[in-house]
């Protein structure tokens, strides 16, 4: 899996917008349930979203619900995660990774069972 976080990189202003990719090479990632996780300096790794695998049901955290959006794009052997309306409390290392169970994903906070991760992307919302 690899992570990128769109043309500008990772840096952008509080209320802005950033879109991250997760390519895979190798396996068909329509088959499988992709999540996104991040992890704040001196915080633990946290589920953020997670699609599923057959119907593409999405799941949020609470802190994102309404701001982020979770999408594949199957021709390109990818998914998404559309961050609008960012808040500095965003600022993390953001990783996708699969398989991975979304209750798990997003409701234990100790969920461990990804079995692939992608190299991880900084995304930083400051002024």
């Known amino acids: 899996l690899s992570s990128a976080a769109g043309v500008w990189g990772g840096l952008v202003q509080p209320g802005g917008s950033l879109r991250l990719s997760c390519a895979a090479s190798?396996?068909?990632?329509?088959?499988?349930?992709i999540g996104w996780f991040r992890q704040a300096p001196g915080k633990e790794r946290e589920g953020v979203s997670c699609?599923?695998?057959?119907?593409?049901?999405?799941y949020y955290t609470d802190s994102v619900k309404g701001r982020f959006t979770i999408s594949r794009d199957n021709a390109k052997n990818t998914v998404y995660l559309q961050m609008n309306r960012l808040k500095p409390e965003d600022t993390a290392v953001y990783y996708c990774?699969?398989?991975?169970?979304?209750?798990?994903?997003?409701?234990?906070?100790?969920?461990?069972?990804?079995?692939?991760w992608g190299r991880g992307t900084q995304v930083t919302v400051s002024s």
């Open positions: 699609i599923s695998s057959s119907d593409d049901i999405t």
């Open positions: 190798g396996f068909t990632m329509d088959y499988y349930a």
């Open positions: 990774a699969t398989p991975v169970d979304c209750v798990g994903v997003i409701y234990d906070p100790n969920y461990n069972g990804a079995g692939n």
